[in-house]
């Protein structure tokens, strides 16, 4: 890629500034499923829980599947753009922001469930340590109460670290627009006149956050993943779930990430900037995930299976050949099978075939949440209380809408903001100069060389 | 608490009393074919052997009031909590729905109200007055008819005395016809129910699960009927 620093700007900002009928159409149809989504939430909220498929014992299904699921594709992006960023892997750059964003909108998104799968939603906020007249304290034992933390704590760090590196792409916006865009820019750029000093400081914001956000995302899915192995159900009290699950995360995290990409560089016209390079890369780790998730799964099959506990084995036979079964083998296919030989052949590890892999992981993640939750729940210790589980139409259109809400954000997100760093490609354009100086490379950033939205506001 | 198996004979009074006690509402025929029923306490049928030598076996399965409760830990809002005296308590109140205890139960002994509750007229007018009922959202489950417990506990202090063992029962207890289940006070080494629980007959239900309950089963004794199984 050899585009200059005004091909640059014409092509990345070319989505904020123009807006186009398929703009229009795409955020309409996603609009009308998230209202459908809104109504069954609200026709649940109205007549209670009971509208959805969940009975006893099966009291947790679709929503917490959603919930670990969303929680799962957030780390997409901060740890793997936290990871690259420290390896200063220089073929990031494009990619960096189009994850960060995923993160931000899939715990939004996640985070919603264990609000609106409450038995009573309207009162989540005992769920919170907030001062009250009665003195009463949230259970600091219960594993709902770290998760309010964990994610509370993930949603701020990830939102620091995603805004951090949109503000020189804001002020840039701001000195190329006019009008209401100028002054909607001149606020979100707050003030960024691209000083040696600014510099300085955003890099090391972002060095700071990228080290902080690490330990931060692999905390939250194993928080998560205790909401499950703290309760003694069969098959959820494990101590390999902590691990499994932050494998799973990332897994499913780069696999969205490899979607969300192929979607944006078709629509916005980034094909010079998104290249079979990127997805390559992203091909081989997901390529090291797939392996990596077939491993923890065969070592909790194998043990369990080994150790013959009776409850443990009604659970673990009713996914093998019992009536989990089919979406047993139709998860290891779609996370194992079909992607290992796509994502491990170098002729198949193309766009298309990364995408394909991808495509098939997300479904593949979302059983196996599914099939960590329900078949534990439905074949508890005392084969009395055994049942089965068969979701609804609200719950399904839920899920419809989340999927939905997810593609929305992250096409009103294009439309604000330029979904590739702009600055950040420009400085990997000026190879092979990777000064730790950054501001001796930053003082030619076009930002800085054009008048800023400050000096020609007034 | 103690149950004796070997006197069960499964007529499930003890089901019909707690329901009628502890304003316990009815699913209907819908909702408790989507696995949504309500009893507080249940009889579990167990069938030893093959036809024709086949024998049944009843285990009435309740709230086993564990001292290690795996429910209440996992409570965020503190709805489900010990009591000082040992019981498990549900605070209708505090609860939000989570469902978590419910999930963490190895009894599966907890149960959610899925909708409001419903009584057909004139059904609403023998609520029990000492129970409250309970909203959609919530989870509720035995409560050793603390109700009973309570007002056994203010009459026998505005008497100034001590609670004789046996003063009172639960609603399952009192209606038990052959007496299978005995209640008590267990820290009182005199009551019956602790000279039971010593038994060699008896065993905790899912002891290796580790909650410690305060329920001891008595195993069934009695030889097997003629022609029946041998076991």
């Known amino acids: ?458 | 608490m103690t149950v004796d198996l070997d006197r069960c004979t499964g007529c499930e009074a003890c089901v019909v009393a707690c329901r009628a006690e502890n304003n316990v509402p009815t699913a209907g025929p819908d909702q408790a074919a989507r696995q949504r029923a309500i009893h507080w306490i249940r009889v579990e049928r167990y069938w030893e052997g093959e036809f024709p030598n086949a024998r049944l076996r009843f285990q009435p399965v309740l709230c086993q009031q564990c001292d290690a409760a795996p429910c209440e830990a996992v409570c965020p809002t503190y709805a489900s909590y010990q009591n000082p005296e040992g019981l498990n308590a549900q605070i209708y109140n505090r609860c939000v729905g989570t469902r978590y205890c419910a999930n963490a139960c190895p009894y599966t002994v907890r149960f959610f109200n899925f909708y409001n509750p419903v009584w057909d007229k004139p059904f609403h007018l023998q609520l029990n007055p000492d129970v409250s009922v309970r909203s959609v959202g919530i989870m509720e489950k035995c409560t050793f008819c603390i109700q009973r417990i309570k007002a056994a506990e203010i009459q026998a202090e505005a008497a100034q005395r001590e609670l004789k063992d046996g003063e009172f029962n639960p609603a399952c207890v009192q209606s038990c016809p052959t007496k299978a289940m005995v209640f008590g006070n267990l820290n009182d080494p005199e009551s019956e129910v602790s000279r039971l629980s010593q038994s060699t007959r008896g065993s905790k239900l899912l002891e290796e699960v580790g909650a410690r309950p305060k329920i001891t089963y008595l195993a069934r004794e009695s030889a097997p009927e003629e022609g029946g199984a041998t076991s």
């Open chain 1, 1 to 458: 890629m050899n585009k200059t620093p005004e091909q640059m700007n014409e092509d990345l900002l070319r989505p904020v500034f123009h807006t186009t009928w398929r703009f229009w159409a795409t955020v309409g149809v996603l609009l009308s499923v998230i209202a459908a989504a809104g109504l069954a939430l609200s026709y649940q909220v109205w007549n209670g829980i009971g509208v959805w498929g969940i009975d006893r014992p099966a009291f947790w299904a679709f929503d917490i599947t959603n919930f670990v699921f969303w929680i799962g594709i957030s780390h997409a992006g901060t740890l793997i753009s936290a990871i690259l960023r420290l390896a200063n892997a220089t073929w990031r750059r494009p990619v960096t922001r189009c994850a960060e964003v995923i993160t931000l909108w899939a715990l939004m998104i996640g985070g919603m469930f264990p609000i609106i799968h409450l038995g009573r939603p309207w009162l989540f906020f005992w769920l919170a340590p907030y001062p009250n007249e009665r003195g009463i304290w949230p259970q600091f034992r219960s594993p709902l109460m770290w998760d309010f933390f964990a994610i509370s704590t993930y949603i701020t760090g990830s939102a620091i670290f995603l805004l951090y590196p949109i503000i020189p792409d804001w002020a840039l916006v701001r000195d190329k627009s006019s009008g209401w865009r100028k002054k909607f820019y001149t606020v979100v750029s707050l003030g960024w006149r691209g000083t040696p000093k600014q510099w300085n400081r955003l890099e090391m914001a972002m060095k700071i956050m990228a080290v902080v956000i690490i330990p931060v995302a692999v905390s939250v899915h194993s928080i998560v993943s205790w909401d499950f192995a703290m309760a003694p159900v069969p098959m959820w009290h494990s101590t390999i779930f902590a691990p499994y699950f932050v494998c799973g995360a990332i897994f499913s995290g780069i696999a969205a990430l490899i979607i969300a990409m192929a979607i944006i560089r078709k629509a916005l016209g980034l094909e010079d900037y998104m290249k079979r390079l990127h997805f390559e890369n992203l091909g081989k780790l997901l390529l090291v995930m797939s392996l990596l998730w077939f491993y923890f799964i065969v070592s909790e099959r194998l043990t369990t299976w080994y150790g013959n506990e009776p409850s443990e084995m009604a659970v673990f036979w009713s996914t093998q050949i019992g009536s989990f079964s089919p979406l047993f083998w139709t998860m290891v296919c779609c996370n194992f099978l079909i992607p290992v030989p796509l994502l491990a052949i170098k002729k198949l590890r193309t766009i298309t075939g990364t995408v394909i892999a991808s495509s098939t992981i997300i479904v593949g993640m979302w059983l196996e949440r599914f099939l960590i939750i329900v078949p534990s729940e439905t074949h508890k210790y005392l084969p009395y209380a055994y049942g089965s589980y068969r979701p609804t139409w609200v719950e399904i259109t839920i899920t419809a809408g989340t999927f939905a809400a997810m593609m929305l954000l992250y096409v009103l997100f294009a439309k604000f903001v330029p979904i590739i760093s702009i600055w950040e490609l420009k400085l990997g354009e000026r190879k092979p100069v990777v000064s730790p100086q950054l501001s001796v490379v930053a003082s030619d950033l076009p930002a800085l060389a054009e008048p800023t939205g400050l000096a020609t506001d007034s």
